[in-house]
């Protein structure tokens, strides 16, 4: 059962004793207490233990407090003794992220919170000391499921494995916390271009296209169809992702897609991509080629031509006449 107060100030000062019991009085700032059923039997007498958090601004806790409460039916107040203390990094507790109440069980008190801005589960431990009839810190234990996350999601990312990573990636708590998601879009990008290569030159187009979609995924969900010029989305990728992208590499992460497709046969889904690409990245004589090749082998032969001719054209312009394939030149006949 959990029971919460606010007040002014928060002091601890032991102001009588009755039979060798310390009056424990609570006055104040911020702090919550928890009863734990099941531990009384340790102190005779006692009624029921109380876990007492005294909280700093920030919602973390200052001091931890266990009591063994007494009733004191005459002068209808309790009587309390203090049977465990710890403070300071300690007593690291999260009001604001505890997911189970303090528990009791064989002989120790467990009490597990998160880390503030981090995906850190820490469980404070007090152990119960038959000498000292006190319960008493032993080492916190923690947990850390985001960083574990990371941590497989980067080893199946090097593997080539891009959904497994991504799926990992997704899971995370807190990947503000542990990770840019720029950088690791990036870091997916790459990888899936390089395996969609190796794909590509084993001839495995499809699985080419799977590379490149399973990135895409992550990185912006096919955002980036919806500018309509290099300038408009050269801004969006400044202001979005800074210096950790480039144009250049985005040129051939689309470019190459657009040859995947192609080359898969996915012939409408190549001309709507390819066709954007033309638009957005007038400079890259790839897409229109690939744009003028889907439109010939759909029956489209005026796109077609039109589309040849400006990749001939922009290919002279880049001074690379000699590269031009030779169905080019028949096909604008």
């Known amino acids: 059962m959990k ?43 006692i009624q029921h233990i109380e876990v007492f958090f005294a909280f700093k601004n920030d919602g973390s806790s200052d001091s931890l407090y266990i009591v063994g409460v007494y009733p004191d039916m005459k002068k209808n107040t309790e009587q309390q003794v ?19 109440d303090p528990f009791y069980r064989n ?29 008493e810190p032993v080492e916190s234990t923690y947990e850390d499921s985001s960083w574990e996350k990371l941590s497989e999601g980067d080893s199946l990312l090097a593997k080539g494995n891009i959904d497994g990573a991504i799926y990992l990636y997704e899971q995370m708590e807190y990947p503000m916390s542990y990770m840019n998601e720029y950088s690791k879009g990036r870091e997916i990008m790459k990888k899936a271009h390089e395996m969609a290569m190796i794909s590509f030159r084993e001839n495995k187009y499809e699985e080419s296209v799977t590379y490149i979609l399973s990135a895409f995924r992550f990185w912006t969900n096919e955002l980036y169809i919806g500018f309509t010029t290099k300038e408009e989305f ?8 800074g210096e950790k992208w480039t144009l250049e590499e985005v040129k051939l992460w689309l470019g190459d ?17 390819n066709k954007y690409l033309t638009m957005i990245l007038p ?3 790839g897409p229109y080629l690939q744009l003028a ?29 000699k590269e031009i394939p030779k169905r080019v030149k028949e096909r604008m006949k």
């Not at 203090?82 to 189970?100: C, P, T």
């Not at 040859?259 to 709507?272: M, N, P, Q, V």
């Not at 082998?297 to 312009?317: F, R």
């Open 3 to 45: 029971i919460t107060f606010t007040f002014l100030l928060f002091i601890l000062c032991g102001i009588t004793t009755a039979q060798n019991y310390t009056k424990v009085n609570l006055g104040a700032d911020q702090y919550a207490f928890y009863q734990l059923p099941g531990a009384k039997e340790k102190i005779k007498g």
């Open 82 to 100: 203090l049977v465990g203390f710890i403070s300071g990094e300690e007593a690291m507790f999260n009001s604001a992220k505890m997911y189970d």
């Open 107 to 135: 002989d120790t008190i467990y009490i597990s919170s998160q880390v503030p801005f981090k995906a850190t589960f820490i469980t404070l431990r007090l152990v119960w000391n038959d000498k000292t009839k006190m319960f």
């Open 234 to 241: 050269n801004a969006y990728l400044i202001d979005e992702y």
């Open 257 to 273: 897609y657009g040859l995947f497709l192609y080359k898969a046969g996915s012939t409408d889904k190549s001309i709507e991509i």
């Open 283 to 285: 400079d890259v004589a």
């Open 293 to 321: 090749d889907s439109y010939f082998d759909s029956g489209n032969k005026i796109n077609a031509k039109e589309t040849y001719k400006k990749y001939s054209d922009l290919m002279k312009k880049l001074k690379r006449e």
